[in-house]
């Protein structure tokens, strides 16, 4: 009878510990309900450990402004952000997940500086860490999808500027900003709906007088920034057109390359969409003035697709030099890692130039420097890139010269630069 009493508590003790497991898987799933609040007992906010410095930050911004409300169907900011913020867990970031709308000063966080590193040595408790983790979030990010508008407007540069500063505590570790919006900013320097929006001018206007203007997000400089369901809003708002959203990228490509981001991706692709507002309706909401576009006229310009990675050429070259010095190459080998693995369809390099020097020597300069750029990103395992000069059009800063007709060195080298545009195969 002995042995037999032993394999019936041998077996006792195994189903209490598949319990045990079962509780435990559990309570890391509850994140789909958990709201965040600090008093809370759940899972999702028992934070793992204080917030550490030198690791990586992740912060998530969802537009809440009317624009992106209603009672009819809306983007649904909360799937649009969760492969990114799946990412961030994935690489051990420090997350924080809000809402903003008309001003830098109403952003709203449901969760602020959530570590996201597993505790446990084993993979595979590591492994259900990450998506409890990853599921706290998503209940997170579907809390700040519902907050509501405090102010009118959509305010996109106080929200890029408070998620950069959100970041700031990663030191050199990576720092990401993601913002979930329609892009229509109708406050401050970016305000599309003040007439009817498009075209070069408008651009340039953006790129020359916002750097200047309170409120310029200088925090986002050395930030990964991702945008996400550019160019479209909710049903009742003016719908861009194939050419607005190519334009509307344009320029927050722009603006993101002004503000020294450390990549840029700006997606107009096509969103996920919910039945129904939330919030209620739009005669329940702040006000958000409507932006409309100027009518188009002939096809937009060609624009490379994918993310890009925009690289001062001091951080690549020898001034007047079109050669990869060995730091270039160890930034490249940077870009290249930051890649992962990914599968990587098209390279695209494009040199440009400040406006010093005749404009056949700056084409020259900027054509060898792409195609130099290009066979070191070949080296690395990428792609054969498609390289180009653009000379010195498409200037970033255009202020090259102060009022007392001296070189503002700072501008011009913001100027020098190439940029990496990548395509994958998710894009």
């Not at 624009?67 to 990114?84: F, I, L, N």
């Not at 920034?225 to 190519?246: F, I, K």
């Not at 130099?372 to 200037?395: D, F, I, K, N, S």
Request: charged share 20%; with cysteine; aromatic share 4%.
């Amino acid at each position: 009878m002995r042995p037999g009493r032993v394999r019936m508590l041998s077996r006792g003790t195994g189903l209490r510990r598949i319990a045990l497991a079962a509780v435990t898987v559990t309570t890391l799933g509850t994140g789909a309900n958990c709201g965040g609040g600090d008093n809370s007992q759940d899972a999702c906010t028992a934070v793992p450990g204080p917030a550490p410095t030198g690791v990586g930050r992740t912060a998530v911004l969802l537009d809440v402004s009317a624009s992106t409300r209603g009672a009819g169907p809306a983007p649904d900011w909360a799937a649009e952000v969760d492969a990114p913020v799946a990412a961030a867990v994935d690489r051990g970031d420090v997350v924080s997940i809000g809402a903003f709308d008309g001003s830098a000063s109403t952003v709203t966080w449901a969760v602020r500086d959530r570590v996201t590193a597993p505790t446990s040595k084993r993979s595979n408790n590591q492994r259900l860490e990450r998506e409890g983790t990853k599921s706290c979030l998503r209940g997170w990010a579907r809390e700040a999808a519902r907050m509501p508008a405090r102010t009118t407007g959509t305010d996109l540069l106080g929200a890029l500027g408070v998620a950069g500063g959100q970041t700031s505590a990663a030191g050199e570790a990576r720092r990401t900003v993601v913002i979930a919006t329609d892009g229509l900013g109708t406050v401050g320097c970016t305000d599309l709906s003040r007439a009817p929006a498009g075209g070069a001018a408008l651009i340039e206007a953006a790129v020359r007088d916002c750097p200047t203007r309170t409120g310029w997000p200088t925090e986002l400089a050395g930030n990964h920034l991702v945008m996400l369901g550019v160019g479209h809003p909710a049903e009742g708002q003016p719908l861009p057109e194939t050419g607005h959203l190519a334009w509307l990228r344009q320029y927050w490509r722009r603006l993101c390359a002004v503000a020294q981001a450390a990549s840029c991706e700006v997606s107009t692709a096509p969103v996920t969409v919910r039945a129904g507002g939330t919030g209620g309706g739009a005669g329940q909401l702040p006000a958000d003035p409507p932006v409309s576009f100027r009518p188009e006229v002939g096809p937009p310009p060609p624009e490379p697709e994918g993310k890009v990675w925009p690289v001062p050429s001091a951080a690549l070259f020898a001034t007047d030099s079109d050669e990869v010095g060995q730091a270039g190459i160890a930034r490249l080998g940077q870009i290249r890692k930051e890649i992962g693995g990914d599968r990587v369809t098209r390279v695209e390099v494009i040199g440009y130039t400040d406006s010093r020097g005749s404009d056949r020597y700056n084409q020259g300069l900027s054509e060898r420097r792409a195609a130099a750029v290009g066979a070191a990103l070949r080296q690395l395992g990428l792609p054969t890139p498609v390289t180009r000069g653009a000379g010195e059009t498409g200037r970033i800063c255009l202020a090259e010269q102060r009022p007392d007709g001296t070189w503002d060195e700072g501008c011009l080298q913001r100027n020098r630069r190439v940029e990496i545009v990548i395509s994958t195969e998710s894009g």
